[in-house]
């Protein structure tokens, strides 16, 4: 895609207001550049992203960062690209916990911002909502993170790197014996694609 038309599908998309009552309304929050070798395709932006406008400005992306390996000047460098299943803050569930990602909201972008990301050479599928909408609506999110090197070269399934997944990867070891370290040799890979 040549420059001014990535630029101009940035531009549409910052300015979407497909959705109607979203709680703090619409701000699409991600991140894009034609130099992208790694795609993140995460849940949605929870309150700090909101308002900061940036993916992952907070204690889960301090985790996510962790996990991959990487620093802040090199998740927000250029080469890595995040695009959420839903770009707006959601809201709670009534129970408590973050309201599904905006259901229209992938349909819509996804299928026009993917393809201009030529140079992606790995997608991370961050929870089970983008695990779902990747992989198919019957995939289950810890059987995909075991069998990730079948996703691979393409793909590399994870869980969502909230506060909870803590108490998960304790119950679940080889997440951190196993799946971190290729996680982190596969974008090593990637990023310098
Ligand atoms: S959630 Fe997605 S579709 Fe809805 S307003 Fe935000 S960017 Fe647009």
């Known amino acids: 895609m040549r420059p001014e038309g990535f630029l101009a599908l940035v531009s549409e998309l910052r300015a979407c ?7 703090l309304g619409p701000r699409p929050v991600f991140q894009l550049s034609p130099d992208a070798r790694l795609l993140i395709t995460s849940q949605a932006p929870g309150t700090k992203a ?10 889960s992306g301090d ?3 962790e996990w991959l390996g990487l620093d802040e000047e090199q998740f927000y460098g250029g080469r890595v690209a995040i695009l959420p299943t839903g770009l707006c803050y959601p809201g709670r569930l009534p129970k408590g916990g973050d309201a599904p990602p905006r259901p229209n909201c992938a349909p819509l972008w996804h299928p026009r911002v993917v393809p201009m990301l030529a140079r992606v050479g790995l997608r991370l599928l961050v ?31 994870l869980p969502h790197p909230s506060w909870r997944t803590r108490a998960w990867a304790a119950r679940n070891p080889w997440f951190e014996a196993e799946v971190l370290p290729a996680l982190k040799r596969e974008v090593a890979r990637a990023l310098a694609g």
């Open 50 to 59: 909101h308002l900061s406008g940036q993916p992952f400005t907070d204690a």
């Open 63 to 65: 985790r996510l960062r």
């Open 127 to 157: 929870g089970g909502y983008a695990v779902r909408l990747v992989l198919g609506k019957d995939t289950k999110l810890e059987d995909a993170v075991r069998r990730y090197a079948d996703f691979l070269p393409s793909h590399f399934p």
């Open 17 to 23: 207001t497909a959705c109607a009552g979203l709680p």
